[in-house]
């Protein structure tokens, strides 16, 4: 009898060590901020911020401006990231595309800039269909592993797409913060 309570007390001590799960870091969105300041009023600011979006965000492959709101001085618009895969080759179902939000707030003497809302979508074109890998973040993302393909290797994918876009994102970034400074008249 007491073996048999035994035997039951490890099996129930092992269920319920079974049934615990360990928390996890929430994960973290990547994004890009820059706040430039400029010897203008906020009208002057906007315009700038306008010619600057012209030569930069605006040059990338799939931009569109969806918000230009002069009242409130918001520019808000998105671009695109081309993305293929440097760690992981002949993988056709991880090329896609990162779309990213590109938002301007322009105010007296600074101009306020944040890039955002990294998310990849996967190819649709390929034989097996395209592999998403959604939301970009920092950190070991994603906490699960993607399909077809083990947790190491699927964050070792999220960390080249991550780099790829922010590479891209800060490329233009500066380009807008040069544009925007030499409109300012600030060299």
Request: glycine share 10%; with cysteine.
């Amino acid at each position: 009898m007491l073996r048999h309570l035994l035997a039951f007390g490890i099996v129930l001590l092992g269920i319920v060590a079974l049934g615990q799960v360990v928390p996890q870091p929430p994960l973290v969105p990547v994004s890009l901020t820059d706040e430039i300041g400029m010897a203008m009023n906020k009208a002057q600011v906007m315009d700038a911020a306008l010619q600057a979006w012209s030569v930069s965000f605006g040059q990338q492959p799939g931009a569109k401006k969806l918000i230009h709101d002069i009242e409130n001085n918001v520019i808000e618009g998105t671009a695109r990231v081309n993305f293929r895969s440097k760690a992981i080759t002949f993988r056709e179902e991880t090329m896609g595309s990162i779309t990213y939000t590109v938002s301007i707030k322009a105010v007296n003497g600074q101009c306020n800039v944040r890039v955002h809302n990294f998310r990849h979508t996967g190819n649709r074109n390929a034989p097996d269909g395209g592999l998403d890998l959604g939301i970009i973040c920092e950190a070991d993302a994603p906490l699960v592993h993607y399909e077809g393909m083990g947790l190491g290797l699927s964050r070792k994918l999220h960390a080249d797409a991550r780099k790829a876009a922010m590479d891209k994102a800060q490329e233009v970034l500066r380009a807008f913060s040069a544009r925007l400074r030499l409109l300012g008249g600030q060299q």
